[in-house]
């Protein structure tokens, strides 16, 4: 047996079928045909000695290190688990051999090949090293040692894991369950090469924003009921704010809308609206660059439009005003007519009155400019999106020209890690 290893979970199952005597067992986690052939090994003769120690977060079942139902089987049988938070190395000792290894999380790759090594054989007197390094079955107090030497306390899994941690782990994948490590896997893959993209210049389109006017407004002949149907729909710009600042300093909605449209269609591609739209993340760095430019310029406009479009409300608020003072001097709604003394309003105070009416639904400048923003969302994709059989088909015709490290199709055609396309759990 040579010193460099490939320690797959297939060749843990196979070393502790072959135990005898004593059987030590330290990993990030247990996958339930390595806890059945421990069960197994202490189960068939006397004498024999085993020592299991796992880190209890439950996150390490969602990283493909191992199963609770391994862990949960353990228990029901009344094997002690000893506890060691963050554990992420290896340590098998079989009767007389001893490996140190790098297990393997699923949700990362698959289990290492025959040449694949991520593990060392260990000299006996190293395993003996380990072993009084690494938690007894017994506690320090109860250790038969020499006269004159005192117990040593482990340095890995000291306290044993409680049967309320193990069921809050239970609860806890329940509540999240992994993965499907086939599935996690491309789906890692296919992350780092294309990431969902959601733009939207807000804000900025200054021609449509209209305000409702109040009725009273329009009061005429038809009563009540006739008021009430009726609504007013008023741009508070006669046009668009084009631009501001002069020279070269001079900055328009137009060019910055433009600029977002060609920030589209140079990094974005449509798959359609079922899915969105995508960008390789190979250009994520410059995407993110030309964000920046165009904040840069939509954060200077605002800084000089507020002004500007304070002038616009005015002289909006004026057209208004013009065009509706001679309606409503003539024909003043009730809450104008028993709020004064006389028996009609004068020209003065009905446009008093309306102006008023005018200012309270008009927006404000200051708050205008600040609903002004480019917004930008990025979503990895899923492997819920990765099943989905019409979504690989999008993205090639989306991208024709890339060079796509697996067809979806074979990785979803596979079934989930924990049945048979694990390599060990067979």
């Not at 045909?33 to 068939?44: D, K, L, W």
């Not at 088909?393 to 979803?412: C, D, G, N, Q």
Request: aromatic share 8%; proline share 7%.
């Amino acid at each position: 047996m040579g010193t460099f290893q490939a320690i797959s979970e297939a060749t843990v199952c196979q070393l502790l079928h072959g135990a005898h005597r004593n059987v030590l067992y330290a990993s990030p986690g247990v996958f339930l045909r390595a806890a059945e052939e421990m069960v197994r090994f202490i189960g068939s003769g006397e004498n024999r000695s085993l020592c299991v120690v796992l880190d209890p977060d439950p996150e390490i079942c969602r990283l493909g290190y191992g199963q609770i139902e391994g862990i949960e089987l353990l228990h029901a049988r009344g094997i002690p688990v000893r506890k060691a938070p963050g554990l992420r190395i290896g340590i098998l000792i079989i009767d007389e051999k001893a490996f140190v290894y790098s297990p393997t999380p699923l949700v990362v790759e698959n289990p290492p090949g025959s040449s694949a090594y991520n593990g060392l054989l260990v000299l006996p007197e190293q395993a003996r090293s380990i072993l009084e390094c690494v938690a007894s079955e017994g506690s320090p107090e109860d250790q038969v040692l020499p006269s004159g030497e005192t117990p040593m306390k482990p340095e890995l899994g000291a306290e044993l894991m409680s049967r309320e941690e193990i069921e809050a782990s239970r609860k806890d994948i329940d509540e999240r369950p992994p993965l499907k490590f086939n599935l996690a896997r491309p789906t890692r893959v296919y992350q780092s090469y294309i990431q969902f993209v959601e733009v939207n210049l807000l804000g900025c389109h200054v021609q449509r924003h209209t305000i409702s006017l109040p009725s009273q407004l329009f009061n005429m002949p038809g009563g009540k009921e006739m008021q009430e149907r009726l609504t007013a729909q008023f741009r508070v710009i006669e046009k668009d704010l084009l631009a501001v600042g002069k020279g070269k300093d001079r900055i328009s909605l137009e060019e910055i809308k433009n600029d977002v449209n060609q920030l589209r269609k140079r990094y974005l591609r449509s798959l359609g609206e079922k899915y969105g739209v995508v960008m390789l993340r190979k250009n994520k760095s410059k995407f993110e660059a030309t964000v920046k430019e165009i904040d840069l310029k939509l954060m200077n406009f605002k800084l000089d439009c507020t002004e500007t479009l304070e002038k616009e409300f005015q002289k909006s608020k004026k057209h208004l005003v013009s065009a509706l003072l001679p309606g409503l001097t003539e024909h003043p709604p009730e809450d104008l007519v028993f709020g004064i003394a006389t028996r009609k309003p004068s020209k003065e105070i009905a446009k008093k009155y309306l102006e008023d009416c005018i200012d309270y639904v008009f927006p404000r400048a200051e708050d205008f400019v600040e609903e002004m923003r480019l917004n930008v969302v990025f979503r990895d994709v899923t492997y819920e999106t990765l099943t989905d059989p019409n979504f690989g088909e999008s993205i090639r015709e989306a991208f024709p020209y890339v060079e796509w490290p697996k067809p979806l199709e074979e990785h979803t055609a596979i079934p989930e890690a924990g049945e048979s396309d694990s390599g060990f759990l067979q």
